[in-house]
């Protein structure tokens, strides 16, 4: 896939995936309104919670990125890779899309003070999961063989390592 079509189709899946996922969903179940009464502790929470937002946000931004640039093709199922995208954030985690959206949703529960939210982020985690272990992983085995086993058993799935091994490139 040519650069321009990964950025435009990255771009278009952005907004229909995650865009909707922690965004307009959150919304709907919100308004985007904080629960009351405001007090000291729900301050501090909601501290929290952006940050969880912002760090969820620059992952996603980052993981987008990786999939144009590195892997030649965008995130959304219908224009895959052309190369394995194994550099960056993947280094630490396989799954930094999936973790980002579940944290700026959980984010979302601490700034708006709504547990209902963190019920959310748990069945979208449980979702995509299901949809990583069914569907994902199988082609990517397909796809990449060899060399998607070797990630896949240095790399975990969903609770980031803490650090690089000497065999990890700087990409």
């Known amino acids: 896939m040519r650069q321009r079509g990964a950025v435009v189709g990255s771009g278009i899946f ?5 865009g909707v996922v922690a965004g ?5 179940v919100t308004g985007w309104e904080v629960a009351r009464p405001v007090t000291w502790y729900r301050v501090v ?3 929290g919670g952006l940050l969880l937002i912002t760090a969820g946000l620059a992952v996603l931004i980052h993981a987008f990125a990786r ?3 590195e892997g030649r093709g965008t995130p959304a ?23 980002a959206v579940v944290a700026i949703i959980g984010g979302q529960a601490l700034v708006f003070g709504r547990p209902l939210l963190l019920a959310y ?13 069914w569907y994902e992983e199988p082609i990517l085995a397909r796809t990449f063989g060899t060399g998607y086993d070797a990630y896949r058993a240095a790399v975990p799935a969903w609770w980031p390592r ?6 990890d490139g700087d990409a």
């Open 14 to 18: 952005f907004v229909l995936a995650p």
């Open 24 to 28: 307009i969903v959150p919304w709907l």
């Open 45 to 47: 929470l909601a501290a």
């Open 67 to 69: 999939f144009v640039r």
């Open 77 to 99: 199922p219908v224009a895959p890779t052309a190369e394995l995208v194994v550099g960056g954030l993947y280094r630490y985690v396989r799954n930094p899309m999936y973790v």
């Open 121 to 133: 982020a748990a069945a979208v985690w449980a979702a995509m999961a299901a949809f990583v272990r």
């Open 162 to 167: 803490r650090r690089r091994t000497a065999n």
